[in-house]
């Protein structure tokens, strides 16, 4: 289980400052200090920083030694989103995320963009945003069935159109692994903190459990007193910080 640290700062200093303390020295010494792998995060660099900073930003952090997740969540016409696609895996991002409402003949045209690039970015379609519960899931969408049903049915979208993964809540995790998709979870909280804006939540454990391959913490490592302390523990996959 890889796990994402998401720069949810409002200001680009803030985003810099923090990733000054989970530098590769600092990652190194924690490391060594609890006889443990050193292994550097992911950054999931979203629409406002992106849109704020551009490439540029994306570039100082790979030359950090980040891998990046460039979580953009990509919806519109299938020229669009080949051209759009095309253009960002030039800046050697390691995941980058699409809608998967765009549906399956965007999601083509994305991964065509990939093959023609021999990227080995990773594409993840998006199924529905944690932040919905079943409620709002029905009474600001429109939909008559739960979340699950929705989710298989955008994974089975997503699996005709050749992406390598799915970004669901973990409580749908199992049956995305189930069809051979790699999962990516947001929504992840040690037991006991604020949900925050996330409605369907779990624990780095519960993740762990469930063999998701990533998962994407925010606030839990970013506002902890000891960051590095929080991210080792999410790898570790434990519950509690």
């Known amino acids: 289980m890889k796990t994402i640290i998401a720069l949810d700062f409002d200001s680009l200093e803030e985003s810099r400052n923090f990733v000054k303390q989970i530098s590769f020295d600092n990652l190194q010494n924690y490391a060594k200090e609890h006889n443990c792998e050193c292994i550097m995060p992911y950054l999931k660099v979203g629409m406002w920083q992106y849109y704020t900073a551009g490439n540029d930003f994306l570039k100082e952090l790979k030359d950090l030694g980040f891998k990046i997740f460039l979580d953009l969540k990509l919806i519109d ?23 998967s409402f765009a549906g399956e ?10 093959n023609e690039l ?28 739960s979340i699950s049903e929705c989710v298989k049915q955008r994974t089975n979208i997503c699996k005709i159109a050749g992406l390598d993964g799915i970004v669901s809540s973990a409580y749908e995790a199992e049956f995305v692994k189930s069809q051979g998709l790699k999962s990516l979870t947001p929504g992840i909280r040690f037991k006991g903190t604020d949900a925050n804006d ?26 902890s007193t000891n960051p590095i302390r929080a991210y080792f523990q999410c790898l570790k996959g434990e519950e509690n910080e």
Do not use: W
Request: hydrophobic share 45%.
């Open 77 to 99: 016409i299938p020229n669009t989103i080949y051209n759009a696609t095309k253009t960002l895996l030039k800046n050697d991002i390691d995941i980058l995320s699409l809608h």
């Open 105 to 114: 003949k965007a999601l083509k045209a994305a991964v065509n963009a990939k």
């Open 118 to 145: 021999n990227s080995k970015c990773e594409l993840f379609g998006i199924s529905v945003l944690t932040s919905f519960s079943e409620a709002e899931f029905k009474s600001d969408l429109g939909f008559n069935g």
């Open 198 to 223: 996330q409605a369907r939540v779990a624990t780095p454990k519960f993740a762990l459990e469930n063999n998701i391959d990533y998962i994407v913490a925010g606030r839990m490592i970013t506002k």
